[in-house]
């Protein structure tokens, strides 16, 4: 039961986490609500994203859903 449940979970727990900790400004992100943009500047806990020409939100890097590769 373990190695089924629990132990996927954790994989992708920490896949997560490394994806998270390895955000830098540049990189294309898709947030946990689905706005796209590029990543400006990287906080302790938030970034800030450029999702249109002199548009800038800052969000908490926990909501960023997963990074789009060029």
């Keep these: 039961m373990y190695f089924l ?3 996927p979970q954790q994989k992708e ?3 997560r986490a ?3 900790r390895g955000l830098k400004p540049g990189d294309k992100i898709v947030t946990t ?3 796209v943009g590029v990543i400006t500047k990287v906080e302790d806990t938030t970034i800030k994203v450029r999702v249109a020409e ?3 939100v800052e969000i908490f890097k926990t909501g960023v859903a997963r990074t789009l590769k060029e």
């Design 33 to 35: 609500g689905g706005l």
């Design 54 to 56: 002199k548009v800038e």
């Design 18 to 20: 490394e994806m998270i």
């Design 5 to 7: 449940m629990i132990r």
């Design 13 to 15: 727990q920490r896949a």
